[in-house]
């Protein structure tokens, strides 16, 4: 585990830069500090930015950074019982995780061409991502508008 100081030292030596397709003042963002607990970064400024965030990482020098997947209107709101309903989701993107446990399928791993990535493996990971983006638009058709795109 890094010390704390040399945590808020990188992140002072370094430009924090987020895609913009990710939009982060419409993000809830939590920061993990050394001890394990979690900071709700929102709940002192709640339309967060690239130089913010990096101010909050030096700050607390945080183990981990998250941050929501979901686009909100109110990211401060996010967490509270008597506040959450007023947060109000307004996008964001479906992320189907596969976990190479997941794949119990026994088979001997051929690595093949440059990537050397096994291609039994990659294509039961990419059925099982198709498989979960397709129980998420079933669970979703009739409760809002959907549009589904996997990479």
Do not use: T
Not at 18 to 45: A, D, E, T, Y
Not at 129 to 146: E, R
């Amino acid at each position: 585990m890094l010390e704390p100081w040399r945590i808020s030292r990188f992140y002072s030596n370094s430009s924090l830069e987020v895609p913009k397709m990710w939009n982060l003042s419409r993000k809830h963002v939590r920061i993990q500090i050394s001890n394990g607990r979690f900071i709700k970064v929102n709940k002192f400024r709640n339309r967060l930015n690239e130089r913010e965030l990096r101010d909050c990482c030096i700050k607390f020098s945080p183990s981990h950074v998250y941050f929501s997947v979901l686009n909100w209107l109110f990211p401060e709101r996010v967490g509270k019982k008597y506040k959450g309903n007023y947060a109000v989701p307004l996008n964001g993107e479906c992320v189907v995780d596969v976990d190479s446990y997941v794949v119990n399928k026994p088979h001997r791993h051929y690595r093949l061409g440059l990537s050397r990535i096994c291609y039994e493996c990659m294509h039961a990971y990419i059925s099982l991502k198709y498989s979960g983006c397709h129980l998420v638009f079933l669970s979703l058709q009739d409760k809002s508008v959907f549009s589904l795109r996997c990479r």
